[in-house]
């Protein structure tokens, strides 16, 4: 088996197991968070996951359209985050692997059980019997606005990614700068991944 298929599938299995443990970690959040307010603070909540999912679909179509070059300079003035948003960007497909996929999936996910419950939480408040008419009219309506709301959020989110890709991922470069030297948490290990290019120049 080649190298490369052996690594795509270990960060496969990886990505997996990191999307199990956020997955149940989100949902579990969610529902504690959910079972103690009332149905419009609810539906504050279902919008807040939906903007999670947005930003984090957003950081990760601007890590694969940066290019790398400027933060090579930014590097050279000494420029907090310039360090880490280069190994964002020659790291990109993975980043945005977990931005896109694993955060924003999740949060496409636990957004609709969210919204499920807050109709649930209206109709019992209004009166109405579980599987009621109103019950179902409201599901389809709450469901639809939060369907167009992640839709239409990401396709403005992919617009902006891609012109503003090298003030996000820098932006996104300084936080984490700020994780590892304040508090100490490695994002990166400071290996840096060799494009294609580089190799391919070597064997010549």
């Not at 960060?11 to 009332?38: C, K, Q």
Request: hydrophobic content about 50%; some cysteine.
């Amino acid at each position: 088996m080649k190298e490369s298929v052996k690594k795509s599938l270990s960060w496969s299995v990886i990505v997996a197991v990191i999307t199990l443990v956020l997955a149940a970690i989100f949902a579990i959040v969610s529902t504690s968070i959910l079972s103690g307010v009332s149905w419009a603070v609810g539906m504050v909540i279902v919008f807040l996951i939906v903007l999670i999912g947005v930003l984090f679909d957003t950081i990760g179509v601007a890590a694969t359209a940066a290019n790398e070059k400027p933060f090579h300079a930014m590097a050279a003035e000494k420029l907090n985050g310039a360090k880490q948003a280069v190994h964002i960007t020659r790291n990109a497909d993975r980043f945005a692997n977990f931005c896109n996929d694993v955060i924003g999936d999740i949060s496409g996910v636990i957004s609709g059980t969210a919204s499920a419950y807050v109709v649930l939480r209206l109709s019992m408040q209004l009166g109405h019997d579980e599987g009621s008419n109103f019950q179902l009219i409201a599901s389809i309506l709450f469901t639809s606005v939060v369907a167009a709301l992640t839709v239409g959020g990401k396709s403005v989110g992919k617009t902006l990614a891609i012109q503003y890709s090298t003030e996000i991922i820098y932006h996104v470069g300084r936080l984490f700068y700020f994780l590892e030297v304040k508090l100490k948490i490695t994002i990166f290990n400071g290996k840096k991944r060799k494009k294609n290019g580089n190799k391919n120049n070597k064997r010549k």
